[in-house]
Nanobody
Framework: QVQLVQSGGGLVQAGGSLRLSCAAS?????????MGWYRQAPGKQRESVAR???????YYADSVKGRFTISRDNAKNTVSLQMNSLKSEDTGVYYC?????????WGQGSQVTVSS
């Protein structure tokens, strides 16, 4: 079991930046498959935004490539998502996720609202 606690998010104008962070309750980077961020816009399904894998490789959805950067801090058991050049379509609730020993764990969600 692991608990994920998110911080960050909020309201920003289009073109601005926000940072999301997710802290795990224990060390996970020795046995996790990947850690990442999903988002869910109003009326839409939850979608994967970015992932960082155990080997350090990353995945980004096409819609955020070049604007979002995922990173991890092994010492602090955190993963972060730096979001730049935000667009109104980035609005939604962002969830931290970790795939750990074939099980998924989720953060509590953070609202990101981008005003145009």
């Amino acid at each position: 079991q692991v608990q994920l606690v998110q911080s960050g998010g909020g309201l920003v104008q289009a073109g601005g930046s926000l940072r999301l962070s997710c802290a795990a309750s224990r060390s996970i980077f020795s046995d996790f498959a990947y850690m990442g961020w999903y988002r869910q816009a109003p009326g839409k399904q939850r979608e994967s935004v970015a992932r960082i894998f155990s080997d350090g490789s990353t995945y980004y959805a096409d819609s955020v490539k070049g604007r979002f950067t995922i990173s991890r801090d092994n010492a602090k058991n955190t993963v972060s998502l730096q979001m730049n050049s935000l667009k109104s379509e980035d609005t939604g609730v962002y969830y931290c996720n970790v795939r750990l020993l074939a099980a998924d764990f989720w953060g509590q969600g953070s609202q990101v609202t981008v005003s145009s």
